[in-house]
């Protein structure tokens, strides 16, 4: 049973940094995209990036672009998300996803295997 689990999330001001870890296991992951996605109080789920883990390739959102990076650690099969020059409005919690194929994706119905999330909270 695949399972995510999601840590490093907290209170930053912004500007700081912050590195989300999305622990997978229950399976090797070579033939998987892993995404990272946030949701913030009374918005919609939104996408934020995304690898294919073989491959390597990412996607990013606009908004994220220039700032975070996603990358994974085959021999941990970890999934990270580093997150620099934090915003305010970057305030959500942030789930890990798992899509059973290798291809790239920025719709969630698109992936199967979610985590718990792990919230980030920006100051001003």
């Known amino acids: 049973q695949v399972q995510l689990v999601e840590s490093g999330g907290g209170l930053v001001q912004a500007g700081g940094s912050l590195r989300l870890s999305c622990a997978a296991s229950g399976r090797t992951f070579n033939d998987y995209a892993m995404g990272w996605f946030r949701q913030a109080p009374g918005k919609e789920r939104e996408f934020v990036a995304v690898i294919s883990w073989s491959v390597g390739i990412t996607y990013y959102a606009d908004s994220v672009k220039g700032r975070f990076t996603i990358s994974r650690d085959n021999a941990k099969n970890t999934v990270y998300l580093q997150m620099n020059s934090l915003k305010p409005e970057d305030t959500a919690v942030y789930y890990c996803?798992?899509?059973?194929?290798?291809?790239?994706?920025?719709?969630?119905?698109?992936?199967?295997?979610w985590g718990q999330g792990t919230q980030v909270t920006v100051s001003s």
């Open positions: 996803a798992a899509k059973r194929t290798l291809s790239v994706a920025i719709t969630g119905i698109q992936y199967d295997y």
